[in-house]
């Protein structure tokens, strides 16, 4: 009697095993995009790795992994990005400061946002603007 029981509630208990190990890593991928979205809305304030695996749940290290798996960048990496994409818009379409413009998207130095700037995308923040501003030809 016991040994049908046993049999009986194996398929159950690998069925509730496989179940929260889909919702573990379901909430793990919503983890992660809950942080990618925190950045895209709030890439201008300081943000730290600890910060960002903290509001996930997750340790420095595991969310590091995971984020890099799921979007392709490490969190810092990406944050990078995505700020260097927010500050090419001002720097083409305004005469604003490149110390505003750094400011804008979370720098304090105008001289590291110029150094990551370049870094990213090959060419200096003043080279950016001058390449891709529209001069009409008079």
Do not use: C, W
Request: charged share 25%.
């Amino acid at each position: 009697m016991m040994r049908r029981k046993i049999l009986l509630q194996e398929p159950l208990l690998t069925l509730v095993t496989d179940f929260r190990a889909q919702k573990t890593a379901g909430d793990t991928t919503a983890s992660i995009e809950q942080t990618q979205d925190y950045m895209i809305g709030h890439y201008q304030e300081p943000l730290t790795l600890e910060g960002l695996a903290q509001m996930a749940g997750l340790s420095v290290s595991h969310y590091s992994r995971l984020f890099k798996k799921y979007i392709g960048y490490s969190p810092i990496d990406y944050l990078t990005h995505l700020r260097v994409d927010r500050a090419k818009e001002p720097l083409v379409l305004s005469d604003y400061r490149l110390k505003s413009i750094a400011g804008s998207v979370g720098y304090t130095d105008e001289f590291y946002f110029s150094r990551i700037f370049k870094k990213v995308t090959g060419v200096s923040p003043r080279e950016y603007a001058k390449k891709h501003r529209f001069n009409p030809v008079n």
